[in-house]
């Protein structure tokens, strides 16, 4: 299995230190990371024909936030069930609430430790991951 690639990730976040953090964390499980500051340049992507096993997602973003994100993505037949997860400082009950309720699979905090990342990356794929046991959508 060496040198093969877990799995493909997008991971979203305005804050140049989380996507440089959590995309070392990622690489080090040998996950595939395509890492964006937006929304919009994570849709731009997705159009041209990006296919993430897994969206991580930061809620709180200038332009397009986590929501206007999830939900665009949702709005895609293509992606209507890939795995998404908020990954924020903004996790008030109410926020958690809202981003389950709107069809994400997980919603993770920051800050985070960095093989936290990884783990809870791990266990998504192998619950969500098309092929793997016990897949199902989000």
Same mark, same amino acid.
Do not use: W
């Given at each position: ?6 799995? =493909?990730?997008?991971?979203?976040? +305005?804050?140049? +230190?989380?996507?440089?953090?959590? =995309?070392?964390?990622?690489? =080090? !499980?040998?996950? &595939?990371?395509?890492? $964006? &500051?937006? !929304? ?10 990006? &296919? ?25 037949? =293509? ?9 924020? @400082? ?5 926020? $958690? ?5 709107? !069809? ?21 794929? @192998? ?5 793997? @046991? !016990?897949?199902?959508?989000?």
């Amino acid at each position: 299995m060496k040198g093969k690639t877990m799995g =493909r990730i997008l991971l979203i976040d +305005d804050d140049p +230190d989380i996507r440089f953090v959590a =995309r070392l964390a990622l690489k =080090r !499980g040998k996950h &595939e990371v395509t890492a $964006v &500051e937006g !929304g919009a340049a994570a849709l731009a992507l997705l159009d041209q024909g990006l &296919e993430p096993d897994l969206v991580l997602c930061d809620s709180m973003m200038p332009e397009m936030n986590g929501v206007q994100t999830l939900l665009a993505l949702r709005a895609r037949p =293509r992606f209507a069930t890939t795995p998404f997860a908020f990954l924020s @400082a903004k996790a008030q009950p109410a926020e $958690v609430e809202q981003g389950l309720k709107l !069809g994400a699979c997980r919603y993770l905090t920051k800050p985070f430790e960095p093989h936290e990342l990884l783990g809870a990356v791990n266990a998504i794929l @192998a619950e969500f991951a098309p092929g793997a @046991a !016990g897949a199902k959508a989000p």
